[in-house]
């Protein structure tokens, strides 16, 4: 995600096991300063170096799901269940604060379109819950509260919102351009914007004519022919630098694609990406040389389900499987090597709070 100004900004698990323990007053990783195939010479803007500098930041998925016992839903669920009756967000910025993390990025809407704010655009939202409070100002007072930077996750593809399915052009232009700008003059600053569902309208460039997965430039090449038009992300991305310059904007490219730039973008995505092996940050784009910083993001859960297999990202009541100290710590090298940020998942319970085993070893990270 790019950190300069619009005036500058076009121009400049396979977790590994561990058996060691984790020792108090644990410092993060440096990063090494020649990871990521960067021998060109281009470097970060003073903003991505901004970001980069932060290393570490908690993810957090809340939502209808975490009443239903799903990771995906249809947008059909009924409301009525959602009812965090002992919300406590300071709870989480303060797990996370004394953990080391210097940031923490929100599921504002995730692909059921269910909205954790006080949204004008639709009522499948907060306001038609118990609960009718606005969990995204709560958890911004409370990062501001403990000294954390804010992020958010939206998802483009919208499984509630009928315009998604009829019009995607007045969707784009009067359904999610609006919700981005009630999330990006609300709140104040947002350090990260975290877009997920490309997917959805990006048919072709998956396999090559041999059915193989093509490289990550010819993905590119077919994500701006296809992907980038029905979104229309070149007017998106502008939209944003326009009403906050300096937030920096991410597009999930999947796993499958991880480390892979879905232009115009400023970060490029980590699903996943904890194997080891290098990533590349110098990308071609806009007739330049540009650095593009990474986040790999994971969680906390270890177990998961049949579709999640690796670990679930939002609460489920059986699930209390999670990453060891050791785990994280493994995370956290990986991440340094590569010079990366780790953003590590903890999806709090129905209750509002974290889950017991996410505050114990984020504990043990702090020392």
Not at 5 to 12: A, H
Not at 274 to 289: N, P
Not at 334 to 339: D, S, T
Request: glycine fraction near 8%; proline fraction near 5%.
């Amino acid at each position: 995600m790019t950190n300069q100004n619009r005036r500058d900004f076009l121009k400049k698990t396979s977790l590994l096991a561990m058996g060691a323990t984790v020792l108090p007053g644990f410092d993060l990783p440096k990063g090494n300063s020649n990871a990521s195939q960067n021998q060109s010479g281009v470097k970060p803007t003073p903003v991505q170096k901004k970001w980069m500098d932060m290393k570490f930041g908690m993810f957090i998925h809340f939502g209808i799901n975490t009443y239903y016992d799903k990771e995906w839903s249809d947008g059909t669920l009924d409301p009525s269940r959602y009812n965090p009756t002992q919300l406590d967000t300071d709870q989480w910025c303060k797990v996370a604060k004394n953990a080391g993390m210097k940031y923490i990025v929100f599921v504002t809407k995730h692909h059921d379109g269910f909205c954790n704010w006080k949204t004008e655009l639709t009522d499948y939202s907060v306001e038609s819950t118990p609960f009718k409070g606005d969990v995204v100002e709560n958890l911004v007072n409370s990062a501001r509260k403990y000294g954390l930077k804010v992020g958010f996750y939206y998802s483009l593809w919208d499984r509630h919102e009928k315009l998604y399915e009829t019009d995607e052009y007045r969707y784009v232009l009067e359904f999610m351009k609006p919700q981005l700008k009630e999330l990006l003059t609300r709140y104040g600053d947002v350090c990260e914007l975290w877009f997920d569902g490309f997917w959805k309208k990006q048919q072709s460039g998956w396999k090559n004519e041999q059915g193989d997965r093509p490289s990550g430039e010819e993905f590119i090449q077919s994500w701006r022919m296809e992907g980038a038009y029905h979104w229309q992300m070149d007017h998106i991305y502008q939209y944003v630098k326009e009403l906050q310059p300096d937030c920096l904007v991410m597009n999930n490219a999947t796993s499958v694609f991880a480390g892979v730039p879905l232009h115009p973008v400023d970060i490029l995505s980590g699903e996943r990406a904890t194997e080891e092996k290098d990533y590349k940050r110098v990308w071609q784009w806009l007739g330049e040389k540009k650095y593009f910083p990474m986040q790999i993001e994971t969680t906390m859960s270890a177990k998961g389900n049949e579709k999640f297999p690796s670990g679930n990202w939002f609460w489920h009541e059986s699930d209390h499987s999670v990453l060891s100290p050791a785990q994280v710590r493994e995370l956290l090298e990986i991440a340094g090597k590569k010079n990366a940020n780790l953003l590590l998942n903890c999806g709090p319970m129905a209750s509002g709070r974290l889950r017991p085993e996410d505050v114990k070893v984020l504990n043990q990270i702090s020392g």
